[in-house]
């Protein structure tokens, strides 16, 4: 109560030497204004005074969560102690519509929940719930299900099972998922607009799916080593891909619309697709983008199988690509950068990009114009490590070597990018872009999704993670 009214105490002198200082420039509507501010920062703080922590677990004053929603209201914490929960009745639990944190008390290690049969839904969020209906820090063997919702689920394990929304705006950042064998992870439809962010996926069907939605945002994901398409937008108005890693993905769809191991984009608007590392996919293609317009720039696309042209990038639409490198891609029929595949009547350009083979590693079709710009160069972009696939004598089913994509001092792609301003502010690894990589006394962007720090800030190669661990195996 003390520190409540010193609160309430420091906000009215604050305002009351607003109110004066302004009193003395001009009288009548200031004085209103403070007026209405001191009532709010009063209502705030008594809201902020009456919102409660309700503690969940064997030995506490609610049994289970639903109790405790049950009990609590809209700004209250719900805190779940350390266990492993598996009753019957303790699932489905329902948010009924109240914006509440639910967390466990000491991570996912240290809390699991499990439903009553395989497949079961643990968290139901559907009374129209916002950002501030927050799920986090849980092992899940059960799914989430968001219906016309907007929850924040963070920093939960979900092994075997998924993320399931429909309509709203959801915001799932930092999960873990895996093992799950029935296709899409995390999967959207019809929703407002989502944001994915920050999570990785690894061993499941597939990665992450997303229809009809006007707004998607797929932000610094690791998608490795599943058994489908990393990331399919079908029928999305503005997508923007940005930050993930992408490898050892294989999709065995010939689908037109999710034939695709990487990235496929279909029937889709307007798609970003910006600092990306897509690497070791095995499938029809990589990337793979049909119509609408493409902002393509700084990625990183090495090392990928497809099964017909365009085993890199395959691109139907009226595409902006810009400071990226195309090495080691391979396409059972055709080249591995392919523009207009399907017959399709577009404009394209590509600028200051490193392509293996040059002009003669890039198809344009009879009816797409590809302005073939400045800049672009066919060197050896000399990766610290480059990835590669292990013969199938040396190991069966085929396996690919996982690499390190970033560049090495003597790379023909440091400081060869494109003009600054039209590439993205940072690198995949958060750099500033653009540094002085060539120590020229110019700054100017990388080609890929690496920016070189230069030989002075060499440090950074020791001190950053690897993006994957060198040698390791994943089966095609």
Request: glycine residues 12%; aromatic residues 10%; contains cysteine.
């Amino acid at each position: 109560m003390k520190a409540f009214t010193g609160m309430v105490s420091g906000a009215v002198a604050l305002l009351k030497e607003k109110a004066r200082r302004q009193k003395a420039k001009r009288r009548g509507r200031p004085a209103r204004f403070f007026l209405f501010a001191f009532s709010f920062c009063l209502s705030s703080l008594a809201l902020a005074a009456s919102a409660a922590t309700l503690q969940v677990g064997p030995d506490e004053t609610y049994p289970t969560i639903q109790s405790a929603l049950d009990a609590c209201t809209s700004g209250d914490v719900i805190i779940v102690a350390d266990g492993y929960y598996n009753t019957a009745g303790f699932y489905t639990v329902d948010l009924k519509g109240k914006n509440v944190e639910i967390r466990s008390k000491n991570g996912p290690d240290a809390c699991i929940l499990s439903g009553p049969s395989s497949g079961w839904t643990v968290f139901r969020v559907h009374t129209g719930e916002t950002r501030d209906a927050r799920i986090s820090g849980f092992t899940m063997f059960g799914s989430v299900s968001t219906e016309n919702s907007s929850p924040t689920i963070e920093g939960n394990v979900f092994l075997g099972c998924r993320v399931n929304c429909f309509g709203g705006s959801p915001l799932i950042t930092n999960n873990v998922f895996l093992r799950f064998a029935d296709k899409w992870p995390i999967a959207c439809n019809q929703c407002t607009s989502v944001t994915i962010s920050g999570n990785s996926i690894t061993d499941c069907g597939a990665g992450i799916q997303c229809i009809s939605t006007p707004s998607v945002t797929v932000v610094g994901n690791r998608l490795i080593g599943n058994r489908g398409t990393a990331i399919w937008c079908y029928s999305c108005a503005t997508v923007e891909v940005a930050g993930n890693m992408i490898a050892a993905n294989v999709s065995t769809s010939t689908s037109e619309s999710s034939a695709a191991s990487g990235i496929r984009c279909y029937d889709s608007t307007t798609a970003r697709i910006v600092n990306n590392v897509v690497a070791g996919n095995s499938g029809h293609r990589a990337i793979a983008v049909n119509k609408g317009t493409l902002f393509f720039a700084n990625n990183t696309i090495a090392f990928n199988a497809g099964g017909e042209s365009g085993g890199g990038l395959s691109c139907g639409a009226a595409a902006t690509v810009l400071n990226s490198i195309f090495w080691g891609n391979t396409a059972g029929n055709g080249s591995p950068v392919s523009f207009g595949y399907d017959y399709t009547a577009a404009i394209g350009s590509i600028d200051h990009c490193c392509i293996e083979g040059g002009k003669s590693g890039v198809f344009a079709g009879t009816f797409y114009y590809l302005e073939w710009g400045s800049g672009n160069i066919e060197s050896d972009p000399l990766f610290v490590d480059a990835g590669r696939w292990l013969d199938p004598l040396e190991s069966w089913p085929a396996q690919f070597v996982a690499g390190d994509y970033r560049l090495r001092p003597a790379s023909p792609c440091v400081d060869a990018g494109g003009p600054a301003d039209d590439v993205p502010a940072t690198d995949y690894a958060g750099r500033p872009r653009s540094l002085d990589g060539d120590a020229d006394g110019t700054a100017a962007p990388d080609v890929g999704a690496y920016e070189y720090p230069g030989a002075q800030s060499a440090v950074l190669y020791v001190d950053d993670d690897a993006p994957m661990t060198r040698g390791m195996a994943i089966h095609r």
